[in-house]
């Protein structure tokens, strides 16, 4: 096994990412070494690049990635499952590591456990360097869940799992039951082309895309869209278009807009459910009618990460519906790792839903 491993370090906002070799770490009870095989680039790692939302640097930064087990503690590991691992496995884990015993995990939101420990988050120290996607490898810590990637899923389609496709899986599981129901997502970025399809995949009878790009509107019906509206249609009209289908039940809102969220208060069903995920940076107050939500007994919920039986339930939906939509396509091009800086100047220049990384 290769003992050595290069890391692309982020050092201050919108520099020159910075090539680090480093030794792999020895293994303590219930760690392992990845070797990363495709990460992608996030929104928010674009976010955090360009100064958009607070980080911690120096990091590795990139948080969707898979790869191969290269080395396992003496004792073993064992993924979600409880099935042992073994080398060569090719894995994705949970975007962060925490005390499965734990007050917070405890609760039902593990994602906010304290400690957590968050992958291609982490402030990089001396002897800890590999923690994030944007590296040959990664240092795996306890109290992360691991779990084996189907066969026939490609590294394009499967990279994303851990962030994008497991956030959409905890706000479906936010909404509740979905059958017969009508679904508005709100954005039709990666995680609103998520939304759709895992909509459809959950029984939804109708589901209704919105955003201000109409070249996206228009792709999501590849992803399970029935209908798209363009997000800066009057209220009036929009209600025109949803009202002959029924209304609408569940809003999914993932483009972090807070005229967004305004606007789907107003257009939700009585007894409606709307889940934010998409306010993940910065942005003016959402101002809120409060009598409206009283009388139409509408709920808001939000989700920030999620949670490990999440990634399970976007592991099978992925699994189920990997030949009806095509995930892998949403990379748009790919780079090596050395040409980092190229590959997030494309990723931001051109709004790609992703750009692939090939670290190995």
């Not at 800066?232 to 289908?245: D, F, N, S």
């Not at 007894?271 to 007994?297: H, P, Q």
Request: aromatic share 8%.
């Amino acid at each position: 096994m290769k003992n050595e491993a290069l890391a692309m370090v982020f050092s201050e906002v919108e520099k020159p990412f910075l090539p680090l070799s480093v030794n792999l770490p020895a293994l303590a009870t219930g760690e392992a070494i990845v070797e990363i095989t495709y990460s992608t680039i996030c929104t928010s790692d674009l976010h955090t690049f360009y100064g958009r939302r607070e980080a911690n640097f120096p990091s590795v930064l990139g948080h969707e990635m898979i790869g191969r087990m290269i080395d396992l503690p003496e004792n073993g590991l064992t993924d979600y499952y409880g099935q042992t691992l073994k080398i060569g496995d090719l894995v994705t884990w949970s975007v962060y590591a925490h005390d499965h015993t734990g007050s917070m995990a405890q609760k039902g939101i593990p994602q906010k456990s304290v400690p957590l420990f968050k992958y291609g988050h982490e402030k990089m120290e001396t002897n800890d360097v590999l923690s994030g996607g944007f590296a040959t490898h990664c240092h795996l810590r306890k109290g992360t869940d691991i779990f084996k990637i189907p066969a026939g899923i490609s590294s394009k389609a499967a990279a994303p799992l851990n962030c994008t496709h497991a956030t959409i899986a905890g706000a479906i599981r936010l909404a509740g039951n979905l059958l017969e129901k009508n679904v508005l997502v709100l954005g039709a970025g990666m995680l609103g082309l998520s939304a759709c399809a895992m909509s459809r995949y959950a029984g939804a009878k109708m589901v209704l895309v919105m955003d201000l790009d109409l070249q996206r509107v228009e792709i999501a019906r590849q992803y399970g869209a029935d209908e798209g509206l363009p997000a800066e249609l009057a209220l009036e009209e929009t209600l025109k278009v949803i009202q002959p289908h029924g209304g609408i039940d569940v809003v999914i809102e993932t483009s972090g807009s807070a005229s967004a969220m305004e606007k789907s208060l107003d257009l939700l069903n009585i007894g409606g459910i709307t889940v934010w995920v998409g306010a993940v940076y910065s942005d003016r107050n959402v101002n809120l009618n409060a009598e409206k939500v009283v009388r139409k007994i509408l709920t808001i919920k939000g989700l920030h990460n999620y949670i490990p039986e999440d990634l399970s339930y976007a592991i099978k939906f992925l699994e189920t519906t990997h030949s009806l939509y095509s995930f892998e396509r949403l990379v748009g091009t790919e780079f090596k790792l050395t040409e980092l800086d190229e590959a997030f100047n494309v990723a931001n220049a051109f709004g790609k839903y992703r750009v692939g990384i090939t670290p190995n």
